[in-house]
């Protein structure tokens, strides 16, 4: 079994509900979310790059989301890219995120479970 683990992270939090959906259109489920900060963000004057750099670091907002899921399923993980890549123009724009992908050599836990749901959702 080959499986990958797909790295997405936002520095704007309203466009987080679409690359969810993104995934969900990819048939990868159970991702991870988590609010994180840039390393410019934490370094702030203390960081020795040259001005240009520093002033896209300087625009940094304080929080990210990471995004994260694993599949068993590369073509998935290709789809997803593919979308998130057309989503965001490839990332192009300074400051606006990344995504990557990488090998998962070894996992435990991974695959379906039947957990509990820990929110009332409502019913069509």
């Known amino acids: 079994m080959e499986l990958q683990a797909i790295f997405i992270v936002l520095s704007s939090s309203h466009r987080l509900e679409r690359v969810l959906n993104i995934l969900v259109e990819s048939e990868?489920?159970?991702?991870t979310i988590m609010e994180t900060t840039g390393m410019?963000?934490?370094l702030g004057d203390n960081l020795p790059v040259i001005g240009s750099?520093?002033?896209i670091l300087s625009q940094q907002r304080e929080h990210n989301h990471t995004?994260?899921?694993v599949s068993k399923h590369?073509?998935?993980?290709?789809n997803a890219m593919k979308l998130?890549?057309?989503e965001f123009n490839g990332f192009k724009e300074p400051c606006s995120g990344m995504v990557f992908v990488v090998p998962?050599?070894?996992a435990m836990g991974f695959g379906r479970k039947d957990c509990p749901q820990r929110f009332d959702t409502a019913e069509d």
Do not use: M, Y
């Not at 990868?28 to 991702?31: E, P, S, T, V, Y």
């Open 104 to 106: 998962v050599v070894r």
């Open 28 to 31: 990868i489920r159970g991702a």
């Open 67 to 69: 995004i994260f899921a």
């Open 53 to 55: 750099l520093k002033a």
């Open 74 to 78: 590369p073509e998935k993980i290709e």
């Open 40 to 42: 410019g963000q934490i």
């Open 84 to 86: 998130i890549s057309e």
